[in-house]
């Protein structure tokens, strides 16, 4: 359930981010400024993710999944409380800590539970619960914004992860020791400190000797965190990590934290360079051309990193064997995945209508598929190979993204196209499962936090990379059909252009499936019986 609100979240912001625009001050005009409002969460859920894993090894996975909710509650009381852009994206960065966290740890406790073997059926279960969560998250935000603000809905996240964290509590096997003493009055000082500067409620903000303290240092900028009161909460916080340290810092040297910060720098340039830009008109973001040689000198720095370390951050005996496919086709499925997601509505929008939020919807036949093909994949393996079944749903989604690379005027019509879409989730569903068991199998009992964590990034290197690149070869086709046109002002031949693109985007999803399909072969044809 953690698993299904951090994805609902991803997307949750679909709908509100024009009203999220505005209450940070920003006007619609400034789209590309609202940018880091979803690539700050995308940042916060890929970068930390092999960290969290490997702390998940570590500690135990309730300690685990019980902080990250912690963390995601209180991204999303910042978010909440936020009415400028800054604080706002700090708040989306943070929820993304929280909710990548959560992923690698509950598929570590598949792994803890069920035998190799046995656990194709919970892992297709996590799988299908977090793409459910996908499809939930505009519908959840819809139907928050139909009764309220869009800042009801982050209040709404934190009402839900206190819940959940309670269940984590009521059900887990440790009881955590209760917090005591002075780390706890600096923390919940810390807490209403920066509750009272985000807030800044109006009978004291307004009071001519209670407001002093939420007068902005920058009286022209009206914010709200550089105050002093947001002084006071960022150095009572400070104290609180201060205090706490000889709790946290120990497992945070074994679990190799300089490793976890280069790695974590290059996948965020990553995340940076590519999630920031706009499909339409460019294949890296603004800072993209500064960002990659940093994260080309982190990664090397990490390889060197992980060959000197006692302990690295990626214990040496993970990636081996099955888990380096696997680790491939999680990557190609998410390019498959991402085409799909991002060129339908395109699609739409071309084609069928002019609102966004009615192309958004066609979407849906594709992502109620991708849940019940996780829910099949993870059954199936219980009688057939790893291999064999990812393979075979990857075939299936390339055979139907060959079909779609040939679609045009009138093609989202026909009931031929529910079938499609429909084929394609149903056959990227398939591969979740398979890859999940043949990393885990492959990996130590003591890693298998990390070699969950692994397979979530591929798949969402994947799908950000993956689509910058489809995008990049959509776009040149597209722009030579424009530049061929006798006139540039014809609206029938320019949207004919653009289907040129969307075409390419499907043809390059369907070749990534087939290799993700051809690849499978190496994580087994046959079930492993232990």
Not at 141 to 148: D, E, K, S
Not at 241 to 259: F, K, N, S, Y
Not at 376 to 401: E, S, T
Not at 455 to 465: C, D, I, S
Request: hydrophobic share 60%; with cysteine; glycine share 12%.
């Amino acid at each position: 359930m953690a698993v299904a609100l951090a994805a609902a979240d991803t997307y949750v912001v679909v709908l509100a981010l024009t009203d999220m625009m505005t209450g940070v001050g920003l006007g619609i005009d400034a789209l590309q400024k609202a940018t880091p409002i979803i690539s700050g969460f995308l940042l916060g859920y890929v970068a930390v993710l092999p960290l969290i894993g490997r702390l998940s090894d570590l500690v135990s996975r309730q300690q685990v999944l019980l902080w990250c909710l912690v963390v995601f509650v209180l991204g999303s009381a910042v978010t909440a409380l936020a009415v400028e852009l800054t604080v706002l994206v700090t708040g989306r960065v943070v929820q993304g800590i929280g909710g990548g966290g959560l992923v690698p740890a509950t598929l570590a406790i598949v792994a803890d539970l069920w035998p190799p073997g046995r656990r194709g059926t919970p892992l297709g279960v996590v799988g299908a619960v977090q793409e459910l969560g996908s499809v939930l998250g505009p519908v959840l935000g819809a139907a928050v914004l139909a009764v309220a603000d869009w800042r009801a809905i982050f209040w709404l996240n934190v009402v839900l992860g206190l819940v959940l964290a309670g269940a984590v509590l009521v059900t887990g096997r440790h009881r955590p020791s209760r917090p005591r003493g002075i780390p706890t009055v600096v923390g919940a000082l810390a807490l209403g400190a920066g509750a009272l500067a985000l807030a800044a409620p109006a009978a004291l903000a307004t009071d001519v000797t209670l407001g002093v303290p939420f007068v902005p240092f920058d009286p022209e900028s009206g914010s709200r965190a550089a105050t002093p009161i947001g002084v006071v909460a960022l150095l009572l916080a400070l104290a609180w990590l201060a205090v706490t340290a000889p709790r946290w810092w120990p497992v945070l040297r074994r679990a190799d934290l300089p490793g976890a910060l280069l790695l974590g720098l290059a996948l965020g340039t990553v995340v940076l360079t590519f999630a920031a830009s706009d499909p339409e008109r460019e294949v890296v973001g603004p800072l993209g051309l500064a960002l990659l040689p940093v994260g080309a000198v982190a990664a090397a720095l990490y390889l060197w990193r992980h060959r000197r370390a006692a302990e690295p951050l990626v214990a040496r005996g993970v990636v081996r064997g099955r888990a380096r496919p696997a680790l491939v086709v999680s990557l190609l499925a998410g390019v498959a995945l991402v085409a799909v997601v991002v060129d339908v509505p395109v699609l739409a929008r071309l084609t069928l209508t002019d609102s966004q939020t009615t192309a958004a919807f066609v979407l849906v036949r594709f992502l109620v598929a991708v849940p019940v093909g996780a829910l099949v994949g993870g059954w199936l393996l219980r009688r057939l190979g790893d291999g064999a079944v990812a393979g075979a749903g990857l075939l299936l989604a390339a055979g139907g993204l060959w079909l779609m690379s040939g679609w045009g005027r009138g093609s989202l019509d026909s009931a031929s196209a529910t079938v499609v879409l429909a084929c394609v989730g149903l056959g990227v569903g398939l591969a979740l499962a398979p890859v999940n068991n043949a990393a885990l199998a492959s990996a130590p009992h003591d890693a298998h936090g990390v070699a969950s964590a692994l397979v979530v990034v591929a798949r969402m290197v994947g799908m950000v990379v993956g689509l910058a690149l489809l995008t990049a070869v959509g776009l040149h086709r597209y722009y030579a059909e424009v530049a061929a046109l006798p006139d540039q002002t014809d609206t029938a031949a320019l949207v004919a252009a653009g289907l040129v693109q969307v075409q390419t985007v499907f043809a390059g999803a369907a070749l990534a499936a087939l290799l993700g399909a051809l690849v499978s072969a190496g994580l087994g044809l046959r079930r492993v019986h232990v």
